[in-house]
């Protein structure tokens, strides 16, 4: 089985974010980068599926030439090989999309896996746009993920409850929070890493045109809040909701 | 005529009051295309659902009543989302952004060559129509522009007051979808957490409780005091990994947006990924035992106390006041 799973390198999401004075971007000078989490696990389930089924982990990222690093940590993992789809421009999920369906025809995988959405930019549609550009079924939001007879069954977390998807494979997985604990790099995997391929292309050699159809206009921060009070005890507390909040 | 076309959510024929929210977007987004709001609304014994939202000062609203409609799939709803867009010139589709919403509308996107805006906020004209959206779990929000002439919306319904009745009713039709039937995906089965609480995403007051907490049984403590005020129960990741409570929970970054009259976040330590669900509450009062918990920055009443000790005492006295 060759599984396919997609790595993006973001900011970390336990620092704070600063705004440029010019509202073009984020600061990006002395912030720390990692996989963005939910790709972790989408990742670790790649890596579980080939050693259960066997078969290759091939992982690809859409960014700048930093991305190796990310995508030597999911080799690190377990991942075979990777690509790097390299670009500076900070693309729309559709272009990232149409790059990744580029990637699709070239690799044939049986089944791709890529995190629900990333942290960073919170949109929550690669998965979704890439399936339907390749026409194949999705199981988004995934907490468990069987395989067998050319079909996953999906346990899915959704509004409401849970909810469960069978998708003939080829097909799409994105996973959420609680799919697996993804696994350390060890040492022997970090160094196993090094030497293993990995490719670099661009959009243009894949000729996809990355013409965002969502643009970018303006980064702003969004309202304060300002800190309350510390009251002295539950009394204090009903008071204040009943006659200055004035929600009881 | 840019019509804007808002797909409606359903539990089993009964409206989600979401829908009412996305409804407001679009009449926000129609006055600037000069277009109608129109409702469609797919599933199986829909009809009703289908009367009900034509009291919501739409132009109209489609049903599609067929049994490959019964479950949600996303495989299915896509193209007939896609037709029905088509055919009643809608140059914007617009959903909640729900679940459903996140997994269905990127492949509407998709389908109308549409660039997509996730989880809007805002929609205005300044020198063609814009829309702002939050990202990096809420710390930015950008103003976008989608340089296509379809466009795809998920709206964040939290920014959006639910539609009214107006008194008067719009036409109802049904609708054909003209479907296709897949051999590549099957619905097995959806497990629905039975609550007699409100909808979190619709709750006036919120109470949701933390790892703190240390339990499923401790969480007791949460709904004890939410019902007495009528809210509904949430949690941080940290008590869903846990498996203190079911994963519809969750609020934040990852999980559901709330933005009630009251929010108690209890044993909650207040990380940015939770304040991304939960910022927008208008009054927020924190319970947490360490006084340098991140929460208190964000809350307006703080408690630096026990959560075992002052909840149930919080509970007890809240009980005759609320009578
Ligand atoms: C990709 C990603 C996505 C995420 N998405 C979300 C999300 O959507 N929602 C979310 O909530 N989190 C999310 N998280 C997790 C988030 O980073 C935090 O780990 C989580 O919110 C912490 O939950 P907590 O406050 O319950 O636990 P902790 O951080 O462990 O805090 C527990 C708090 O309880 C207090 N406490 C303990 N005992 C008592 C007591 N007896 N009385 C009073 N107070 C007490 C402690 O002082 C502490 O402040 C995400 C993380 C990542 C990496």
Known sequence: MKILATVKRVTDPDMKVKIKPDQSGVVTEGVEYKMNSFDEYGVEEAIAIKEEHGGEVVVVSVGPSESTKELRTAMAMGADRAILVETDEDLDSDAVARVLAQIVEREEPDVIVMGKQAVDSDRNQTAQLLASYLDWPQATFAFDVEIGDGWATVGREVDGGTATKRIKLPGIITADLRLNEPRYASLPGIMKAKRKPLDTLTPDELGVDVAPRVEVLKFEAPPEREAGEILDDVDELIDRLKNEANVL | ?323
């Not at chain 2, 797909?7 to 679009?26: M, N, P």
Request: with cysteine.
């Open chain 2, 1 to 323: 005529m840019a019509n804007v076309l808002v797909v409606a959510e359903h539990v089993d024929g009964q409206l989600r009051k979401v829908t009412l929210s996305a409804i407001t977007f679009a009449q926000e987004a129609a006055q600037l295309t000069g277009g109608d709001v129109e409702v469609l609304v797919l599933g199986s014994g829909v009809d009703g659902v289908a009367e009900e939202l034509s009291k919501y000062g739409v132009s109209r609203v489609l049903y599609a009543d067929d049994a490959a409609f019964q479950n949600y799939l996303a495989e299915y709803y896509a193209p007939a989302i896609v037709a029905c867009a088509q055919q009643t010139n809608a140059t914007i589709v617009c959903s909640p952004a729900s679940t459903t919403g996140k997994d269905l509308l990127p492949r509407v996107a998709a389908g109308l060559e549409a660039g997509m805006v996730s989880d809007a906020i805002d929609v205005f004209d300044d020198g063609g129509m814009k829309f702002r959206r939050p990202l990096w779990a809420g710390n930015v929000i950008t103003t976008v522009e989608v340089t296509t002439p379809n466009k795809v919306v998920s709206v964040r319904t939290t920014d959006y007051d639910s539609a009214e009745p107006t008194g008067d009713t719009a036409p109802v039709e049904s609708w054909d979808a003209g479907l296709e039937s897949r051999d590549d995906v099957e619905f097995v089965s959806f497990d629905q957490v039975k609550s007699e609480r409100p909808e979190l995403t619709d709750a006036e007051v919120v109470v949701a409780g933390g790892r703190g907490l240390k339990s499923g049984e401790n969480f007791e403590m949460i709904t004890a005091l939410a019902d007495v005020l009528g809210g509904g129960v949430g949690a941080t990741r940290a008590a869903v990994d846990s498996g203190f409570v079911p994963n519809d929970w969750q609020i934040g970054q990852t999980g559901k947006v709330v933005a009630p009259q009251l929010y108690f976040a209890i044993a909650i330590s207040g990380a940015i990924q939770h304040l991304a669900g939960m910022k927008g509450s208008q009054n927020i009062v924190a319970i947490n035992k360490d006084p340098d918990a991140p929460i208190f920055q964000v809350s307006d009443y703080g408690l630096v106390a026990d959560a075992f000790e002052v909840v149930p005492e919080l509970t007890e006295k809240l009980k005759s006041v609320v009578e």
